[in-house]
């Protein structure tokens, strides 16, 4: 009982890491939806309201250039699955192609260079998720009939689900979005590494809004991370029944001849 419990866990958390992985890879190929969350925060506004007021000298970036700024964001997302690469030569122009200036500053450029290492650990461990969850899928329907093993039921895979996602969204509704966000960066990045940046100091926190941004691709990327759950639980389950029912009918077919 214990070993088909763990078994069903295992199915259950590889699953998950999968369907993360396949929501991020998916959401980093449309840009984390940057262009609706764009007009969804009204980051415009937050642009003409900041960079007049800029510090670093960026006073004059194209706040009406829309197209430049999500060049800008779709420029960033790439370069941080690609191990930072880039982000200390992305600049910004006027209408007629002039360069006017850099869009990082260094301490940004070494903000998110630590965000792509993070990425790429991120990638690493998905893909390896991904390579044990269908090397347990190849020996799952063997041990299945012999052994009595079988996937937890969905109703159970939703329930152990919800009761992280409870949890979760406890802990946010307790202390709030923001103080857990700041709270992970001390956690996550090293302690001489700025990672919190001044609107008034910083395009990047202009252009993304800094944190609401990330509650909005954070949320995007569970919903996407769920649907995908479900749908490969469901093509596991319906894969499964074909196979036993394969081998079933050729198992009466051998006693029949």
């Known amino acids: 009982m214990m070993m088909r419990s763990l078994a069903g866990g295992v199915y259950g958390v590889l699953l998950w890491v999968v369907a993360l992985w396949l929501a991020w890879l998916a959401l980093a190929a449309l840009d984390f939806l940057y262009p609706l969350a764009y007009g969804w925060l009204d980051i415009g506004a937050t642009l003409q309201t900041y960079v007049p007021q800029n510090r670093f000298g960026r006073q004059d970036y194209p706040v009406a250039d829309v197209g430049q700024q999500m060049q800008h964001f779709a420029a960033i997302s790439h370069a941080i699955h690609l191990q930072g690469a880039g982000l200390a030569q992305l600049s910004y122009h006027d209408a007629q192609g002039k360069v006017l200036g850099l869009l990082l500053t260094r301490d940004e450029v070494l903000h998110l260079q630590d965000v792509a290492r993070l990425v790429t650990g991120g990638m690493a461990v998905g893909a390896v998720g991904t390579l044990l969850w269908l090397a347990w899928l190849a020996i799952l329907p063997r041990l299945m009939p012999g052994q009595g093993w079988r996937l937890p039921s969905l109703s159970v895979l939703l329930l152990g689900s919800a009761a992280v996602l409870v949890v979760v969204g406890a802990v946010l509704a307790a202390f709030g979005f923001e103080s857990v966000f700041y709270a992970l960066h001390r956690l996550i990045f090293p302690a001489d590494h700025a990672w919190f940046f001044y609107y008034q100091d910083s395009l990047m926190s202009s252009l993304m809004q800094a944190p609401h941004l990330f509650a909005v691709i954070g949320v995007a990327w ?26 079933s009918n050729q198992f009466f077919k051998g006693e029949t001849a």
């Open 222 to 247: 569970l919903v996407l991370s769920l649907a995908l759950l479900l749908l490969l639980d469901t093509s596991v389950r319906f894969a499964i029944r074909r196979i036993q029912s394969k081998f």
